[in-house]
């Protein structure tokens, strides 16, 4: 049986350049061509047209024009023997007589049709043109062949002539047919099928066992493949009915064994193409109509139950695609568009198929968590475990099943089940709640509480929704616990209060040092933050839709953290108490370290509390029922208490460590006035004692208590008042044995200590502090023998710094400046920006002021010349917005005493200008001077300018001790020169005044 397909690349024999192929396609024995050439006297070029009987010649079918032609033609060709019989085949191109206007037209068309036209003249008229031949020797052919073979040329003139596309089976003439009489050969044909199939499965099976199924992918064993296709070829069974054969047999097969689904998709195709290439008997259409119709039925079927069948896993999701394709294909194929009259929607049906598997499964799982008692609360847990499990199946369906129906059958799974879900617990989760009016307490409200966060959960995912219609049923599931809500907050504050308790029970009063950065609080303080913090993870978790009821909520949160925060101040010192009973006064005032860093601990997690809650979000959901006065004024106000609590517990604990720190103070000193007549090295070997004590305890504070605290609540600052007074108080007791020279020494001496102590390498209080309070009392005091020239300046500058920042009101009014140090180009620029409140100074009521800037002391700045702004006329509040530069180093601006002094004068036409007030800015405290970071070559990047408001004040005359120490020496004409400008400035002063 030999079908002739096609064939591709031919010559072209015409005058258009195209052919008329036909072939022609006989077998010849050995014995037969061997006497057919001995007869005729002279040898032939044409074997299969020239030396063959026609009887025994096949002719396909002429194609017009063309050099790739189909037949797709079948022909049956009878041999005896293969060993000596040959299969022959020959193309020719069909020569057809033209008239002389076709011919002419052709030339006229395509000048190479001349070459041919003269060619067809020498040859006779009707005789074909040769194309190519192929022969097979049948001895070498296996039952069934299915090849291109190339053309082969009879002179070497074209050797190119193509390739043919030939397929063979060998078939036999006779056959036994009683065991099929009355049946037909399709009908056969699907038994043996069937039959073969099946064993082959079954001992599959047998080999695969220990690994367990494998799906059968549709292959046989070569015996019976091999008979398969001898059965289909000697009765002539074409490829349409042999793929229909196998796909009534393989779908039958898949709906009780584990068929791989491409063996069915492969039938599916074949069928698509052959179906308008021959028209099947009417029953097979009948049949292949029921069998595709059948297996749709099933195939929903399966989908209904997708949840058992194919469940999430790796290998069961990829079984579901494929059975969906198959569906997708089967109603994409003409033969079931054709013969299934009724319209059949499959998007349609897969929704309802699962639709209606969504409430199966439901009723299922809620018959499986159906109650046994009527318990309230075995009802309540019983719902929580349906709710969980149609919670996980909304997950697998958003997460898995919807990508899987959505790429097959473009069905949106998930807003299906969704939507269907919705309604059916929702009327799940009314039922049971309706039971549990009036019945509410703890241990039912608790039983509750999991229920509504999966409740929550699954309301969320209707943000994934494709399509959404009317109102969902779970919109408002939060009104059904309202009446459980306060259970669960009081449940949370009582939980955490008495963890709270626990933890201070067992702290004991000592700072956590593990880890790279020492922690300075307790355990307590630690486990107190772990406990609040489920408070802040309940506000998120409840997430209450109702705005007005989610303010309240808020409020009743940060009331009980409050209240926790306060409680644990109580108890905290309580445990102080208990366990400084039996100890030694000094780990006593650690263990108050420890207790004011739990506190700065606990106030830095109420500062944080807004934060934590979201009280930004709250006050944007509750804009339109919540106004600003009350929003602001309930919840900070929680907070601002409990602050406040916290920060009078740690000034009592402080002040309990200051007290104690006094008393050991005091007695140092009082041990220092026992001495008398004391010389200069005793008196500061009499010191050594309290130095070594301050800087034990202030080193010890400095390192283990917070430091916030060592400086926030002036721990420091009454320490080094009472000692300055104590140190004073002895040192006058010693006056008059010991002389002024050692009042002085050891006055100075005990100061450079103690500011040594309490300014702690910059940890303690600053240096301005220090020298503000000690200059505030020992003003009157000053040595007139122990400081020169240049140190009294100096000190004189400084005190007035000091002077201003203690009396720092602006009686006589104040000057703005803009100030930064750019140490780039060692620059200090200082920008006058305006001057208030002035005094009047002229009869008209106003005055004309001007500024005039002056860097101090001369000594360290004799190059720089003052700067003086232009002057304002008539104007108490003027602005100057000047700026000038200055072009010192860094060196000088870090000078002791070195300062800015600012003086403004009302300017006089004719008389001296009048004095309206000095200040003094000391040039260590302009941004850029002092120290700091700067990049790997050591410069500093350029500060910002500080904008400092100095108020002005006028000079006391004859009142100063430093000033009447410079006037008196005479000799030195620096401290003359000094003392005359302040002299000019008093006077001034007292002239406006006046």
């Not at 593990?514 to 978790?541: F, N």
């Not at 002389?739 to 100061?751: A, K």
């Not at 008209?844 to 010349?865: A, I, M, T, W």
């Not at 180093?889 to 001296?912: I, K, R």
């Amino acid at each position: 049986m030999a079908t002739v397909k096609e064939a591709k690349g031919i010559l072209g024999k015409d005058v258009s350049g195209f052919s008329d192929p036909y072939c022609l396609l006989t077998i010849l024995e050995d014995e037969k061509e061997s006497r057919t050439r001995q007869s005729r006297p002279k040898p032939r070029k044409a074997v299969v047209k020239d030396a063959v009987s026609d009887e025994k010649v096949y002719t396909t079918d002429t194609k017009k024009q063309t050099l790739n032609p189909i037949w797709n033609q079948t022909f049956v060709l009878e041999f005896e023997d293969t060993a000596v019989a040959s299969f022959h085949i020959e193309m020719w191109d069909k020569d057809e007589e033209l008239s002389l206007a076709q011919k002419l037209e052709e030339i006229r068309t395509n000048f190479h049709g001349l070459r041919r036209m003269i060619k067809d003249a020498k040859k006779e008229k009707g005789q074909d043109d040769y194309l190519g031949s192929i022969v097979l020797r049948l001895e070498d052919l296996h039952c069934t062949e299915d090849n291109w073979y190339v053309l082969e040329p009879r002179t070497e003139t074209y050797p190119d002539r193509g390739q043919c596309h030939l397929q063979l089976k060998f078939i036999h003439k006779e056959r036994d047919g009683t065991l099929s009489a009355g049946r037909s050969a399709y009908v056969n044909y699907c038994g043996i099928l069937l039959q073969f199939v099946q064993s082959h499965i079954s001992k599959q099976q047998v080999i695969h066992l220990p690994q367990g199924s494998v799906p059968w992918k549709g292959e046989l064993c070569g015996e019976g493949q091999t008979l398969l296709d001898l059965y289909a070829t000697q009765c002539n069974l074409s490829p349409f009915l042999q793929d229909l054969a196998k796909w009534m047999a393989y779908s039958k097969l898949y709906q009780s064994l584990e068929v791989d689904s491409s063996v069915l998709l492969q039938q599916l195709t074949s069928i698509e193409y052959h179906w308008h290439q021959q028209d099947l008997p009417y029953q097979q259409k009948q049949e292949l109509g029921e069998s595709l119709h059948g297996f749709l039925q099933y195939g929903l079927c399966l989908v209904a139950k997708y949840r058992d069948i194919f469940p999430p896993t790796q290998d069961a999701t990829p079984r579901l695609h494929r059975l969906l394709r198959i569906l997708s294909q089967v109603c994409k194929t003409q033969a079931f568009q054709k013969l299934n009259a009724a319209q059949f929607d499959l998007h349609d049906e897969v929704n309802k198929a699962v639709h209606s598997g969504t409430q199966e499964w439901f009723a299922i799982k809620k018959g499986l968590y159906q109650p046994m008692t009527k318990d309230l609360t075995e009802t309540v847990s019983a719902l929580s475990r349906l709710v969980g499990e149609v919670q996980q199946d909304i997950k697998h369906n958003k997460d898995i099943w919807n990508r899987v129906f959505v790429s097959a059958v473009q069905v949106d799974v998930f807003t299906v089940v969704y939507q269907k879900l919705d309604f059916l617990l929702a009327g799940e989760v009314r039922d049971t709640l309706s039971l549990l009016e009036g019945e509410m307490e703890q241990n039912l409200a608790n039983s509750l509480f999991p229920l509504y966060l999966s409740l929550q959960v699954i309301h969320k995912d209707k943000a994934f929704l494709q399509k959404r219609g009317k109102l969902l049923e779970l919109t408002n599931f939060h009104e059904g616990f309202r009446e459980a809500l306060p259970y669960w907050l009081n449940k949370a504050f009582s939980t955490t209060q008495d963890r709270v308790e626990r933890a201070v029970q067992v702290d004991q009063l000592q700072p956590l040092q593990s880890g790279p950065v020492p922690i300075k609080h307790s355990s307590s303080a630690v486990d107190l933050v772990t406990c609040v913090q489920p408070i802040c993870q309940l506000w998120e978790q409840l997430s209450w839709p109702d705005p007005e009821e989610a303010f309240m909520l808020m409020v009743k949160l940060t009331v009980d953290v409050c209240k926790i925060v306060m409680n644990y101040c109580r108890i905290l010192k309580e445990r102080v108490r208990e366990l400084s009973e039996n100890s030694d006064p000094g780990r006593a005032v650690n263990m108050l370290c420890v207790v004011v860093n739990d506190l700065e601990h606990l106030r830095s997690v109420l500062i944080r509390l807004p934060q934590q809650l979201n009280w930004a979000g709250l006050r944007e959901r509750t804009l339109h029922v919540i106004g600003d006065p009350q929003f602001h004024s309930v919840l900070p106000s929680q907070l601002l208490h409990a602050q406040g609590v916290l920060n009078k517990e740690i000034r009592s604990a402080l002040e309990t460590v200051g007290r104690k720190l006094n008393s050991d103070i005091a007695m140092y000193v009082r041990s220092m006035s026992t001495r008398c007549r004391i010389p200069s090295k005793s008196t500061e070997e009499a010191v050594v004692p309290l130095i070594k004590y301050l800087e034990r305890e202030l080193q010890y504070m400095n390192e283990n208590l917070v430091q916030e605290n060592f400086n926030r609540y002036s721990l420091l600052t009454p320490l080094w008042t009472n000692s300055i007074r104590t140190l004073y108080q002895v040192a006058t007791q010693q006056k008059q044995e010991d002389g002024l020279m050692v009042f002085c020494q050891r006055l100075q001496f005990t100061l450079q200590c103690l500011e040594q102590c309490f300014h702690a390498e910059g940890n303690g209080l600053p240096l301005d502090t220090l020298h503000v309070d000690s200059y505030k009392i020992l003003k009157a005091h000053l040595t007139h023998n122990s400081l020169n020239c240049q140190q009294l300046i100096e000190k004189f500058l400084d005190r007035k710094v000091w002077e201003q920042k203690v009396y720092s009101g602006e009686k006589y009014g104040a000057v703005t400046l803009l100030a930064s140090y750019r140490r780039s180009d060692h620059r200090l620029r200082v920008e006058v920006l305006n001057a208030a409140n002035l005094q009047p100074m002229d009869s008209n009521g106003s005055s004309d002021p001007f500024v005039q800037l002056r860097l101090e002391p001369g000594h360290v700045f004799s190059e720089v010349e003052p700067r003086t702004t232009q002057i304002k006329n008539c104007d108490l509040n003027p602005l100057f917005d000047e700026a000038f530069e200055f072009l010192v180093s860094v060196e000088q601006c870090q000078a002791a005493g070195a300062c800015l002094v600012v003086t403004v004068l009302d300017y006089d036409t004719l008389t001296t200008d009048d004095f309206e007030g000095e200040a003094f800015l000391a040039l260590k405290a302009v941004p850029g001077v002092g120290g700091g970071s700067g990049d790997r070559e050591g410069h500093q990047p350029d500060p910002s300018p500080a904008q400092i408001r100095l108020p002005l004040m006028h000079p006391k005359p004859n009142d100063d001790s430093i000033l009447k120490l410079l006037e008196s020496r005479r000799g030195e004409r620096e401290a003359q020169l000094f003392v005359k400008k302040r002299r000019q400035r008093e006077r001034q002063s007292q002239e406006g005044k006046q």
